[in-house]
């Protein structure tokens, strides 16, 4: 990587947050961590700024885009709040929770930032960093992940200088994400609600609060949400899930007793893997060998959300 290409980074301290702060309002891109993974960020009320978030990321224009908010307060100026997405809302923010709610049609939000839908997507972060930001400059700010649109997601700011360069004016480097993978995503229906994308949490958490999940109709309305294409998070290789062994030209990543190269997590421990999943494409796709081998990873609990990122990786 050159000098030039890392050049955008700067650790975060008053002086480089106030310079975020600046950047932001007047729109620019910044790009900075979140508890999931790094996002990159514009502010959401400005089509010019949103519109440079899709070129940053060539990124397609009928994927919409999450709002990042400080607070409940601030999320039900933009989209209307029924008594499930305030409990949820209560429960889990600021957290790795998005909420897919109606828009308001009085909210100061760009067009592009729905792609056109009636609804919108929402996150109250947890970061402190990203908070701190969301605080300074009092506006909702548009962040999907700081990267190559289907590329695989940045948990550090140097997979995000690799990715998008110096098209980002700042990378904030707040240190390596500490959950590695997206938002949980739910959206509300008049039948009950749905998971449109599994994430850090649960759909049995979010059933302990507002029932079991029962709306079977929104995997069927097409794109509805950030991170539902089929294809995704793809580290430029052909991918093989699900492998005890790897062929000999095939990078291996491990689980458990399964070694690998590299391992999401030697102990079984799926918050390990969750963290270290992202770390680990980009270490095979940056490897010698033309394909990528990875080794089961069990299904409940926060693995559900590895293994759509997985299945979407090898699509």
């Not at 923010?93 to 760009?110: C, E, Q, S, Y």
């Not at 893997?273 to 992202?278: D, E, G, M, P, V």
Request: hydrophobic share 50%.
């Amino acid at each position: 990587m050159s000098d030039k290409s890392i050049s955008n980074i700067r650790k975060v301290d008053a002086t480089a947050l106030q310079e975020a702060v600046a950047l932001l309002c007047a729109g620019e891109l910044v790009a900075l961590p979140t508890e999931t993974v790094y996002g990159l960020a514009a502010r959401a009320d400005s089509e010019s700024a949103v519109a440079k978030i899709y070129r940053a990321k060539g990124r397609p224009d009928f994927n919409p885009l999450i709002v990042h908010v400080p607070s409940l307060e601030a999320a039900e100026q933009i989209a209307a709040f029924d008594d499930r997405a305030r409990a949820l809302a209560a429960s889990f923010w600021p957290g790795a929770l998005t909420l897919v709610l109606p828009l308001k049609a009085d909210a100061a939000i760009a067009p592009a930032v729905t792609a056109g839908l009636p609804t919108i997507a929402l996150r109250c972060p947890a970061h402190p960093v990203m908070r701190a930001v969301l605080a300074k400059t009092g506006l909702p700010l548009a962040a999907p992940s700081a990267n190559r649109s289907g590329g695989v997601s940045p948990s550090t700011a140097d997979h995000v200088a690799a990715s998008l360069g110096v098209d980002v004016k700042l990378i904030l480097d707040g240190g390596a994400a500490q959950q590695g993978i997206e938002s949980t995503i739910v959206i509300f229906r008049d039948t009950g609600w749905s998971l449109l994308r599994p994430g850090p949490i649960t759909a049995s958490q979010i059933a302990e609060i507002i029932g079991e999940e029962n709306d079977v109709t929104a995997s069927l309305s097409g794109i509805e949400a950030p991170g539902q294409l089929a294809s995704h998070y793809a580290p430029g290789k052909p991918v093989r899930l699900d492998a005890l062994t790897a062929e000999a030209d095939e990078f291996h990543i491990g689980f458990g007793a399964v070694a690998g190269e590299v391992t999401l997590t030697a102990s079984g421990d799926l918050a390990e893997a969750a963290a270290r999943l992202y770390t680990c494409l980009h270490l095979a796709a940056g490897a010698a060998q033309p394909r990528i081998a990875i080794a089961p990873v069990p299904h409940e609990g926060i693995g559900a959300a590895i293994n759509d990122r997985l299945s979407r990786a090898a699509t």
